[in-house]
């Protein structure tokens, strides 16, 4: 017969899994949620003062602490020890063990900042919602983004291979009065650099101009700038010059959601030109170009049988009028015909 060696875990213990700590308590609150009470599982510690391990038992004290919720909120309440130190020339009498979940002084686990942490710089969501989602207050998410910040490795020793390079407004535009008396316009806006492999953010400057990003590249060293093989811009004419000059033999990549972007606001364009040139005014549900604009606008190969006939011919749905001429117009008209046709064509539209 064999039997198990070490510190045997109860069920709970198990299933809540915080290193450290065994759940001796667990109950249903009536508004919702549970309360699990936990406690040490090592009352062994060393004085923090002399450093003599004590196991001496002072007075037990009661905390609440954060912890991430899992199926709905989630109370924990730990036990905590007070021990008395041994060492009668140790100048402290009483001490409070620590661990790594819960460090000194601690008003939420380890894990907790943890998955906040990651949920903000790893999934980039804004430090409101994720305080919102993990039931903190939001100086407590903005507290560890900044100690995690602290704790950043050096730019320059990165072995970095592919930038991003993006603006952001974090809030609205502003005035302020200059020396002269006069107001001054003032937009927020700063742009962030990333590492496209991994989402790292490797600095954020004030502005969206091309001094600001190019000055920021002309602080890295000429081997981190060699290294550097593409750099992921949207359409922006300020970063484009900033990359020409501080990172000559890196490639450029426009991200697809602003390329598809002006190809339908040139679609859209044409379309609209294309019917004031014939009609002489704007757009209406006879004139085919309008009543298929959506269609323009979306992929060939997404399109039903009906919407890519409705789409190569140009004509308007079984539901619009026959006729789409405007009146005194001739039905042979060649010219208008040729128009509508080179339009209604996939490879035109792509």
């Not at 592919?162 to 700063?190: C, K, N, T």
């Not at 400057?205 to 811009?233: C, K, T, Y």
């Not at 450029?252 to 030109?273: C, E, G, K, Y």
Request: charged share 25%.
């Amino acid at each position: 017969m064999f039997e198990p060696t070490g510190l045997r875990r109860d069920a709970a213990s198990v299933i809540f899994n915080l290193p450290g700590y065994r759940v001796i308590e667990a109950v249903d609150l009536p508004l919702g949620g549970r309360r699990v009470k936990v406690q040490p599982v090592d009352l062994d510690q060393g004085c923090p003062e002399c450093g003599v391990v004590s196991s001496r038992l002072h007075a037990w004290s009661v905390q609440r602490v954060r912890d991430v919720p899992h199926a709905g909120r989630v109370e924990v309440v730990v036990r905590k020890p007070r021990l008395a130190c041994v060492e009668p020339a140790c100048g402290r009498r009483t001490f409070t063990p620590v661990t790594d979940q819960l460090p000194a002084r601690a008003r939420c686990t380890t894990r907790l900042r943890t998955r906040v942490l990651a949920a903000v710089i790893d999934s980039g969501r804004a430090v409101t919602e994720v305080a919102t989602d993990f039931g903190v207050a939001w100086w407590t998410v903005q507290a560890t983004v900044n100690a995690a910040a602290l704790l950043l490795a050096n730019v320059d020793e990165l072995r970095v291979r592919r930038l991003g390079i993006d603006e952001h407004r974090y809030r609205r535009v502003r005035w302020f009065r200059d020396e002269a008396g006069g107001w001054r316009r003032v937009e927020p806006w700063m742009s962030t650099i990333v590492n496209a492999d991994g989402g790292q953010v490797l600095g954020i400057v004030d502005g969206r101009d091309s001094a600001a990003v190019g000055g920021w590249l002309a602080a890295r060293s000429q081997a981190w700038r060699n290294r550097i093989e593409v750099v992921a811009i949207d359409p922006s004419a300020a970063f484009k010059k900033a990359i020409t000059e501080q990172l000559p033999n890196a490639e450029v990549s426009v991200d697809p959601f602003h390329l598809v972007q002006l190809a339908n606001l040139m679609v859209t364009r044409v379309r609209q030109r294309l019917i004031r040139d014939r009609e002489q005014r704007r757009g209406r549900k006879i004139d085919p170009a309008w009543a298929n604009r959506t269609l323009l606008l979306r992929g060939y190969d997404t399109l039903s049988v009906r919407a890519r006939t409705a789409s190569m011919t140009s004509s308007p749905s079984t539901t619009q009028p026959r006729s789409c001429q405007r009146p005194g117009a001739s039905k042979n008209n060649s010219a208008d015909s040729s128009t509508w046709t080179q339009w209604s064509r996939p490879a035109a539209r792509r």
